[in-house]
């Protein structure tokens, strides 16, 4: 599950709260960030406390690890970057931490593949016979 179907699942102010502590999740980027007094106006609420303190339950650290997780593949293809950029011009630690990630990279490109297919499995809908006009 991705951070971003989390985020649908939970309850609407408290989503709204994480794109506000994590504005690099907001769909639209051009527009300017809000205030937290912006951010009060949008959920109807007079302070900030009740989501100072979701910040301690086990729903908001889940979502913490799935932001994580977005943020090491941003990571990730940074390093991979750096590394082919100095592999290509024969440093032989690169050359080989390049190696290594490419059997990594692999490894996790058949992961993704499978969860893909898992998820067209799941959207296979069987025909009921019903013919709408």
């Given at each position: ?64 690890q799935l ?67």
């Amino acid at each position: 599950m991705s951070i971003f179907e989390a985020l649908k699942t939970i309850d609407p102010k408290k989503a709204e709260y994480f794109k506000f502590k994590f504005p690099d999740l907001r769909y639209d980027q051009s527009k300017p960030l809000k205030t937290e007094d912006d951010f009060l106006r949008l959920v109807e609420r007079k302070t900030i406390n009740p989501f100072l303190k979701w910040e301690k339950s086990p729903e908001y650290k889940n979502l913490i690890q799935l932001y994580l997780d977005t943020k090491i593949a941003d990571d990730y293809k940074e390093i991979y970057q750096v590394v082919a950029k100095n592999a290509k011009s024969g440093d032989e630690k690169a050359i080989r931490l390049f190696l290594t990630l490419q059997v990594d990279i692999q490894k996790n490109s058949k992961t993704a593949a499978k969860s893909f297919e898992d998820d067209n499995e799941a959207e296979v809908v069987e025909d009921d016979g019903l013919v709408l006009d």
